[in-house]
């Protein structure tokens, strides 16, 4: 067993999915009732892309990219009920949520060596949780943590996941959206992250795959909750 795991390495559960498939609020809603820390991987890799645009730099400029992330310090805060995501010590939650941040993210995290940087920073992570500790991302299963007990890959269709990305956004961030559009933008996203050479999205072998086009948040929750407590 690597040193990048807790003690308790029953309780590294891992959730890997395309956006929109509900992997964050799942992954918190697990987190919270088991008990556990949280982390949430994407935000990272959202917070290194701020920071890439907050310097004027090209995303696409993968050299340059790489020397923003080997000079800044990203932190995530891996309490479920709070979680929080700084750079240099600012607090970034919000603003890594933004359209610009969104639709340069690909590009950033489709950089080997940045990925690599990023991956040793989730593992510290990891090992330093106190207990156990649920990892939402797209690699987790297969690159970060191979040796998750628990890992799951959610997923739902296209046409779902548009539909409540849209209706999260009206709802928290009071943004109308073109569900067809989100669709689109979703459909472009997943086809970059899947096609990347480095860590494409993808399913673990031994993940259990859940599709929760036809189940409702708490299903989800209960099912994974019931996975994890198959292991202990
Ligand atoms: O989960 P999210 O939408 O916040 O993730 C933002 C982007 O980060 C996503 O387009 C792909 C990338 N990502 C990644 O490559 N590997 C991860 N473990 C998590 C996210």
């Known amino acids: 067993m690597s040193a990048a795991y807790p003690r308790d390495v029953s309780r590294v559960i891992a959730i890997d999915g395309p956006a929109g498939s509900g992997k964050s609020s799942v992954s918190r809603e697990v987190a919270r009732r088991l008990g556990v820390q949280y982390l949430d991987t994407g935000a990272i890799y959202r917070a290194l892309t701020w920071a890439v645009l907050e310097r004027g730099v090209d995303p696409t400029d993968g050299g340059a990219v790489l020397e923003v992330a080997g000079a800044v310090t990203i932190t995530s805060g891996t309490d479920p009920m709070n979680p929080t995501i700084t750079v240099d010590g600012v607090d970034v939650s919000a603003p890594i949520r933004g359209d610009d941040v969104t639709a340069a993210v690909s590009a950033v995290s489709a950089v080997p060596e940045v990925r690599a940087r990023l991956v040793a920073l989730q593992r510290e992570r990891v090992a330093s949780a106190t207990s156990g500790i649920v990892v939402e991302g797209r690699d987790i299963g297969t690159v970060v943590l191979p040796d998750a007990q628990v890992k799951v890959f959610l997923t739902?269709?296209?046409?779902?996941?548009?539909?409540?990305?849209?209706?999260?956004?009206?709802?928290?961030?009071d943004l109308v959206r073109d569900v067809q559009e989100t669709e689109s933008a979703l459909r472009a996203r997943d086809a970059f992250d899947s096609s990347r050479t480095v860590s494409p999205l993808a399913a673990a072998e031994d993940a259990i795959v859940l599709d929760a086009s036809n189940m409702d948040f708490d299903q989800v929750v209960a099912r994974i909750v019931e996975l994890v407590g198959t292991v202990r």
Do not use: K, L
């Open 156 to 173: 739902a269709s296209p046409a779902v996941r548009a539909q409540r990305r849209a209706t999260q956004d009206e709802r928290e961030r």
